[in-house]
């Protein structure tokens, strides 16, 4: 089978101290939890910029920072986020692809996010697309609905993006998106544009369910602290690196090696390093 791709999503935007302590929020955090991260068994880091506040940004100038300071310690597909935070605009959003970092998110359309609504009218992912073209940056096209689905396989069949290589974030559980159920899981695959590759990023208790899942059908996993911030109901996990253990060890279990960082370049179709 395929080696497990496992991609730690660090800080996200919209988590807070107050949620869990040990959020990683500074240049130097970020990277000191994506090395340990790296060591535990991810291949990839997604991430998202913080003010030294805490509070979200998209600024080029801190994001450049995390990168290096990650690239400084340890050999991990480094993955920006367009998303920002909610409310943030379109310009804001995009100005980090400028960096050139090997991958970055696309989301596919809007959807609301809890008690906001997370915003990308069609005229602005094709700009997205566009600005990562330009930038050589590979996109990860982030799927939080099956609508969001549909119009990814509309732009395969109208040749918008090409269909291959082509890797897809299946995000499920956010409040007013899909689920974070395994029939919603097994829908969005029925219709996963052929070839494509995929990782599933479970929030909150899907987390862990539907990483396994993934293990299983051969997909790929998302965890940390964006999507979820707690080891078992409860209880606070204790580091984003102590999730990818816990996925490491499960893939371990199930017989499914984990990809190495430059495995995990092939699988979606980065240079290698
Ligand atoms: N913070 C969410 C509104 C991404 O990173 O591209 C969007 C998000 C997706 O986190
Ligand atoms: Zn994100």
């Not at 959020?23 to 990277?31: R, S, Y």
């Amino acid at each position: 089978m395929t080696p497990l791709i496992i991609t730690a999503a660090l800080t996200g935007a919209e988590v807070t101290r107050e949620q869990h302590p040990a959020l990683p929020i500074t240049p130097d955090e970020i990277a000191d939890e994506a090395a340990r991260c790296a060591e535990a068994g991810a291949a990839m880091v997604h991430v998202h910029a913080r003010k030294p506040d805490g509070s979200s940004t998209q600024d080029p100038a801190v994001y450049a920072e995390i990168i290096e300071k990650i690239d400084a310690r340890c050999d991990v597909i480094v993955q920006l986020s367009t998303g920002g935070a909610v409310g943030m605009s379109a310009v804001e959003r995009i100005a980090p692809v400028r960096l050139r970092p090997e991958m970055a998110t696309l989301t596919m359309g809007t959807v609301n996010f809890g008690d906001g609504v997370f915003l990308n009218p069609p005229g602005e992912m094709l700009a997205f697309l566009d600005a990562m073209r330009i930038h050589d940056v590979v996109p990860e096209f982030e799927i939080f609905d099956a609508g969001m689905l549909a119009t990814l396989n509309r732009w395969v069949a109208t040749g918008v993006v090409p269909p291959a290589p082509l890797h897809v974030d299946l995000v499920l559980g956010v409040p007013g998106g899909m689920a974070g159920t395994s029939s919603a899981l097994h829908a969005l695959l029925a219709d996963l544009p052929r070839g494509a590759s995929w990782t599933v990023a479970g929030v909150g208790s899907a987390q862990l369910a539907l990483g396994t899942l993934a293990v299983v059908l051969g997909g790929h996993v998302r965890t940390g602290f964006e999507d979820n911030v707690y080891y078992r109901k409860g209880e606070l996990a204790r580091s984003n690196a102590q999730l990818v253990a816990r996925m490491a060890r499960i893939a371990h279990e199930l017989d499914r090696p984990l990809a190495s960082p430059a495995e995990a370049r092939l699988i979606l179709g980065l240079k290698p390093r």
